[in-house]
Structures are given as C-alpha cells and as structure tokens.
C-alpha cells in the first residue's frame, strides 16, 4: 500500500512538472505573432512566409554587438546581438511581403524597431511604404533631432503622426547616440509612438488604415511611386510588423521590461517642475482645467491638447489627465482620466468631477462624431453627457459610451461642460450643462438622487447674454458661488445652492486677461485655488494658477500662489525711495520678477495722472488714478482699492507670459514676446505727488 502511495505520489509530481514545463514551453515573446520580422543576421524574415529582403547599396548584415552587456540588451528584447549597417544612400526592400503580407488594412497595426545612429545625425527614412502623403501608408523617420511615425488612414484629412524630440528623452545628453526602442501602435482610436517604452505623443483615427502598392524599404523610402532612396547611416537590431495592436506590457517587454523602460508619463518631463505657468512636454498643450481636492491631495485635471485643437479633423481630440499633488510644489504625473478609445469619440470635452461615498464620479461631453438615437436616426453631434469613475481618483473606468440622458426639445445641440453639485437641503443632486434654450444661453439643469438615473427640470438662466460656459459651482464660507467662462470668468452669488444667483456689486471677474476656463477647488487650511490656461497660441497653452481671496461681504480677489511663486536668483536691481521716477534699466533677464511699490497721497489722488511701465514697444502696466484703475496692456482692472496711499505692483515674466497682482488681491495676465534680455522704462506723469519707495528685479532661476 505504502508503495502504491510513493508510485501516485510520483505521478503527480510528474503531471505537475509535465504542466509546469509546458507552460514554460508555450510561453510566448510578442514577435512571435509578427506578420513579419527581420533579425537582420541575413536577409530572412524569420516569422511565417518569408518577406525575404533584397539589398540596395551598402548594407552590411550581420554585424556582432561590441560588449557582452550589448549583447544581452539586445537579447531580453528578443533581439539576436547582431544588426545591420546602412551606407550611404543604401536600404533593404521588403517589397509587398511574401503573399502581399505587408499590405496591412483594417484599423490596427504595430511597427517596432531597436535602432541607432552612430553619428547622432538622424536625418533620414528608416521603415516605411511611403510614395508621398497622398498615398503613405506607414513611415518611421528621424529628421531635425525628432524619431517620428506617419500613418495614412481613410478618413482623416491630415496624415496621422507623432514624434519624440531626443531632448525629451531619458538621457538627454546621450539620446542622440544610444540604441533606442521605437514602438508606433495604431488601433481603431488612436496612432501612439512610444520611444524606450514611454508614450511621448499621440494621434487619433478616423476611417481604416491605406493599402498601396508601394514596396516596404528599411532604410529608405519611396518618396513618390517610382523613387526610391536611402538615407538612414545608423544601425537596426531588429524590425517587427503586426496586423494588431500590442498591448501596453507588450511594449514594455519589447522595450527591455519594466526595469529598463522610460516609465514617465507622457506629460512628465522628469524634471520635478513646478505647474505655474506649465506645459506638457512635445508640442502638447493644457485645455480646459477641472480641479478637484479630496483628503489633502490637489488634483490638476486638465485637457491634453494636442495641435491647438485641430486633431481629429478639427474635432479636438482632447481628453482627460491630472496631475497630483499634496504641496503644490512637488507634482506626480497621472495616467489618463478620461482617455479617447473609440474612434466614435471626437473629443472628451469639459466637466467635472464629484466625489460622493468614496467614489470618484468624472462627468464629462463626448464630442461625439456620429451618435444613434433612440428613434434610429444618426446625427453628429456636439456633447453626449457621459461618466467615468473611479475609487482611488487615478485609475478611472468609463460608464460605458451612451449618454446618461438626452435634452428634450428646445435644447440646442452643444450639450457640454457638466457640473455636478449636491442640495445640502434636499439633498438632490444637481448637473448644470451649457445649452441654449429656444435660442437663449441657459445652462440645462438635470436632478438625480443616485448619481446614475437623471430628470431633465428647468433651465437656469444668467444676468448675461450668449451661453455661460463650463460652470464652476462651490461653496465657500456661508455663500454659494458660481463662475462661468463667458466675458472672461464672472462670478455670481448665491445664499442658496440653486440659486437665485445674482451679481456682486464689486468686481467679478476672476482672471481677467488671456486666460481661459476658470475654475477652482478647495485646498488645505481653508483656501481655494482657481486654475486656468493661457490662449496666447489659440486653444491649448500654458497652466496658471492663483489663488482665491474671499472679503467679509462674501465677494472675492485673487493673488498668486506663495508655493508656486518661480524661484529667484539675487536681484539685479534693488532700490528704495527712487525719485526720479523717468529711468530705464536695460540688459535685464528675459523671464524675471518685478517688485514695486508705489507711494501717494491719497487725498489729492484727483491730482494724480498716470504712473506706468513700460516692458515692450507696444506694451505697458499702468495705473490711471482717475480712473482707479490699472491696465495691463489693454486689459483693465476697475475699482482698484486706492484709500491706503500705497500699490503694490508683482510682476512674473515667464516664457511668454506676463502676470500681474496688484496689491495681493488683483491679478491679470497677458502675453508677451520671448526675449534674452529685456529693457524696462518707467514714466511717470505726476511728478513729485508720489514716490516709487521699492523697486526689485530678480531673474528667474531656468
């Protein structure tokens, strides 16, 4: 008996070690589904039907990796420790493949290559069935310090494309010269190039992919049907093709694994940089900013632009991301919130997120480009009002892609720009929505007691003309607030969470200027931060950031962020009690900060006429007493609060940009010309009524 025990016991072991060993067996690299891949050892492709290559120029094959450490770079990314060398104005062709396998339609396609260019030039055609725009349908090139990839499709009217500057890399010092992991992923959404395992840019589809019959050449290109030409004098380990699109742990893996990738995400430079005055890196821009702050963390959601909202055939494209932070100072960059996955998906445009019983609610318009409704008929429309949540407020899933309701009649069709707030009485919760009724701005109001089943009511109306964008609602104090993107970002008051919402009589616009879509969230010890972008480029620009003031009467300033004030160097000028008050200053730095303070008599302030600085030859700050105004350029802060005898002017000059506060209560922002070095000319009109008792210039640390 006790041996029938050993001989089941071994048996088992056995069929174990069986399983076990088979699983080892049939475990798979992703090259090994590859319609085609070239180790370049020769000329064979090494995967199912041979797209055997031909040689043009000087190619040399099979060339043996210098170190053991190269070797095994190679190897764990499924490569064989040798590669090839291009000449000059010599390639490889592939032809249309064995059985015209490279001819790849459909919607999803995959390119992956590990290359390099010994001379850090990288001015050329590397992999490509080109033939010129009207016709391409796939290209990976170098040119200009960029590795790029072009895609054709059916239906957009630009080619699909993305590039990585080396500068943005990993090692930007080495980047010119060192192997790098190229992966271009294209699926029925989006065309994504990864570059040593980070995604760096992105663009979106519309139609399928284009077939021709131009030849595949690595190395070169056809740059029209019957020219052909070289160009790339670098090295290839290997190249791989899919007729899908690889996963994310795919590319991980062909990128050396996740020790070894750029694991940053694609808005993180790495460098640790404040968010004033920001953007994300390669040619991407911050949209409309959808701030939130939950258990001491500030969430900076925004949207990614890309293209000043021209991708998608103009439709935008834009979707959700954020940053994080728990100081406002140290920042970790999120994936997406909201991201584009289906090619029905024009852009995800403004909302806003609700945070209720430990979860993350992301209300948000899909700019959808065709939509089905119920009584069967197709219409593209403006904004379908959709939901993604979330339990951490990182990783979010979509609620599927049908709206959670449609308008009734009435309504206009640009249904965007939700917001979602909670009747502290009835505890119903409310979503505002920019719309027009019968042709008059309203915003759109719906109810729900669940967050998920939603009544259309009555609309809400504004004191203003046009409709009331992106609608901020909060509480702050014992008073009830809402701020809307229309004539820049007024403001209205409320001592109901519903309303009636009236004007303060005192300023209410919150940051006036070049700035974009206002709105704010709380943050610790009572504050309330406002962000916005910068339109100084159109759609898409830079993130600003101030900080909310809110007065005993109820009514609101704002001034800048002590946190996210730009460091300074010592200041190159430092000077009290100036009374000659005509000077200039020249070979100042081009981004600095500017600290003045201005003294007067209050009593004769009807005697006053104007002070002002002059920073470029059609711009200007100057305070109009008068007026009790101070002008930024031509945008205008009234009511300026004069009674004291004394403004304070702070001044940043970033990039190109330009941020005034007046008296840590006012703030303004406008655009201005990047320069090396600035000339700054003071004028004044009122003589010895008043005095300039400081004046600071300090240069911005880079």
């Known amino acids: 008996m006790r041996n029938k025990w050993k001989l089941w016991i071994a048996n088992c072991c056995f069929i174990c070690f069986f399983i076990f060993m088979n699983q080892v067996v049939i475990a798979v690299s992703?090259?090994?589904?590859?319609?085609?891949?070239?180790?370049?050892?020769?000329?064979?492709?090494?995967?199912?039907?041979?797209?055997?290559?031909?040689?043009?120029?000087?190619?040399?094959?099979?060339?043996?990796?210098?170190?053991?450490?190269?070797?095994?770079?190679?190897?764990?990314?499924?490569?064989?420790?040798?590669?090839?060398?291009?000449?000059?104005?010599?390639?490889?062709?592939?032809?249309?493949?064995?059985?015209?396998?490279?001819?790849?339609?459909?919607?999803?396609?995959?390119?992956?290559?590990?290359?390099?260019?010994?001379?850090?030039?990288?001015?050329?055609?590397?992999?490509?069935?080109?033939?010129?725009?009207?016709?391409?349908?796939?290209?990976?090139?170098?040119?200009?310090?960029?590795?790029?990839?072009?895609?054709?499709?059916?239906?957009?009217?630009?080619?699909?494309?993305?590039?990585?500057?080396?500068?943005?890399?990993?090692?930007?010092?080495?980047?010119?010269?060192?192997?790098?992991?190229?992966?271009?992923?294209?699926?029925?959404?989006?065309?994504?190039?990864?570059?040593?395992?980070?995604?760096?840019?992105?663009d979106f589809v519309l139609g399928e992919l284009r077939i021709s019959d131009i030849p595949l050449l690595i190395g070169g290109q056809y740059d029209t049907a019957t020219q052909a030409r070289g160009g790339f004098r670098g090295?290839?380990?290997?190249?791989?093709?899919?007729?899908?699109?690889?996963?994310?742990?795919?590319?991980?893996?062909?990128?050396?694994?996740?020790?070894?990738?750029?694991?940053?995400?694609?808005?993180?430079?790495?460098?640790?940089?404040?968010?004033?005055?920001?953007?994300?890196?390669?040619?991407?821009?911050?949209?409309?900013?959808?701030?939130?702050?939950?258990?001491?963390?500030?969430?900076?959601?925004?949207?990614?632009?890309?293209?000043?909202?021209?991708?998608?055939?103009?439709?935008?494209?834009?979707?959700?991301?954020?940053?994080?932070?728990?100081?406002?100072?140290?920042?970790?960059?999120?994936?997406?919130?909201?991201?584009?996955?289906?090619?029905?998906?024009?852009?995800?445009?403004?909302?806003?997120?609700?945070?209720h019983d430990g979860i993350y609610y992301a209300f948000y318009a899909n700019r959808a480009v065709q939509f089905r409704t119920p009584d069967g008929q197709e219409h593209q429309t403006f904004g379908l009002i959709c939901v993604s949540t979330s339990k951490d407020g990182i990783h979010f899933e979509k609620e599927g892609y049908e709206p959670l309701f449609l308008l009734p009649e009435g309504y206009g069709s640009g249904t965007r720009d939700p917001v979602v707030f909670q009747d502290p009485e009835t505890k119903l919760f409310h979503m505002y929505i920019t719309n027009d009724y019968y042709g008059k701005g309203c915003w759109a109001q719906a109810v729900s007691e669940d967050l998920k089943s939603w009544n259309v009511v009555d609309p809400v109306y504004t004191p203003y003309s046009g409709q009331p964008e992106c609608p901020d609602w909060f509480k702050w104090g014992d008073q009830y607030y809402l701020i809307a993107n229309h004539l820049n970002g007024f403001y209205l008051v409320s001592d109901s969470a519903t309303g009636p919402w009236i004007v303060p009589d005192k300023p209410n616009i919150l940051m006036p200027g070049i700035v974009n879509v206002p709105k704010t969230a709380p943050f610790k010890d009572g504050r309330r931060i406002i962000c916005a972008w910068s339109r100084e480029h159109g759609f898409g620009g830079h993130a600003v950031f101030h900080e909310l003031i809110r007065y005993e009467d109820g009514t609101l300033g704002e001034k800048f962020v002590p946190e996210m004030i730009p460091q300074t160097e010592l200041p190159v000028v430092d000077e009290k009690n100036?009374?000659?008050?005509?000077?200039?200053?020249?070979?100042?730095?081009?981004?600095?900060?500017?600290?003045?303070?201005?003294?007067?008599?209050?009593?004769?302030?009807?005697?006053?006429?104007?002070?002002?600085?002059?920073?470029?030859?059609?711009?200007?700050?100057?305070?109009?007493?008068?007026?009790?105004?101070?002008?930024?350029?031509?945008?205008?802060?009234?009511?300026?609060?004069?009674?004291?005898?004394?403004?304070?002017?702070?001044?940043?000059?970033?990039?190109?940009?330009?941020?005034?506060?007046?008296?840590?209560?006012?703030?303004?922002?406008?655009?201005?010309?990047?320069?090396?070095?600035?000339?700054?000319?003071?004028?004044?009109?009122?003589f010895d009524k008043m005095n300039v008792s400081s004046l600071k210039i300090s240069p911005l640390i880079p």
């Open 30 to 202: 992703p090259l090994d589904d590859a319609i085609a891949v070239w180790h370049f050892d020769n000329l064979n492709d090494v995967n199912g039907e041979n797209s055997r290559l031909s040689i043009h120029g000087d190619v040399h094959l099979g060339i043996s990796m210098a170190t053991a450490d190269e070797i095994e770079e190679s190897k764990i990314r499924g490569g064989d420790g040798k590669f090839v060398r291009f000449g000059n104005n010599s390639y490889l062709s592939a032809d249309l493949g064995a059985q015209n396998e490279l001819k790849i339609d459909g919607q999803e396609l995959t390119i992956c290559l590990r290359l390099r260019d010994p001379s850090g030039k990288w001015d050329c055609p590397v992999f490509s069935k080109h033939g010129g725009h009207e016709i391409l349908e796939y290209n990976i090139f170098c040119i200009g310090g960029y590795l790029g990839a072009e895609v054709g499709t059916t239906e957009n009217k630009n080619i699909l494309s993305g590039k990585a500057h080396f500068s943005e890399m990993r090692n930007p010092q080495t980047a010119p010269t060192d192997w790098h992991d190229l992966v271009c992923r294209v699926n029925s959404a989006k065309l994504e190039l990864f570059v040593d395992g980070r995604c760096v840019d992105e």
């Open 235 to 355: 090295d290839l380990d290997h190249a791989a093709i899919w007729n899908r699109a690889l996963s994310d742990d795919e590319i991980v893996e062909l990128s050396g694994g996740s020790g070894k990738i750029d694991s940053r995400q694609r808005t993180d430079r790495g460098n640790g940089e404040s968010l004033q005055y920001w953007q994300p890196p390669n040619q991407y821009g911050v949209g409309d900013c959808m701030p939130f702050c939950v258990d001491g963390v500030f969430h900076f959601m925004y949207l990614l632009d890309k293209n000043h909202h021209s991708a998608k055939n103009g439709l935008g494209a834009h979707q959700w991301i954020q940053a994080t932070s728990t100081d406002l100072i140290h920042w970790e960059h999120q994936p997406f919130v909201v991201p584009i996955d289906n090619q029905n998906e024009g852009s995800i445009c403004t909302g806003s997120v609700f945070y």
């Open 578 to 686: 100036i009374r000659n008050l005509d000077q200039k200053w020249s070979d100042l730095p081009g981004e600095m900060r500017v600290q003045i303070e201005l003294d007067f008599d209050a009593n004769q302030q009807n005697c006053l006429r104007d002070w002002s600085l002059k920073y470029d030859a059609e711009r200007s700050i100057r305070v109009v007493f008068s007026e009790r105004a101070v002008y930024l350029n031509q945008f205008k802060l009234e009511r300026v609060d004069m009674s004291d005898g004394k403004i304070e002017l702070d001044i940043i000059i970033k990039d190109d940009l330009i941020d005034l506060c007046v008296n840590h209560c006012r703030a303004v922002i406008d655009t201005l010309p990047k320069m090396k070095t600035r000339e700054l000319l003071m004028k004044n009109e009122s």
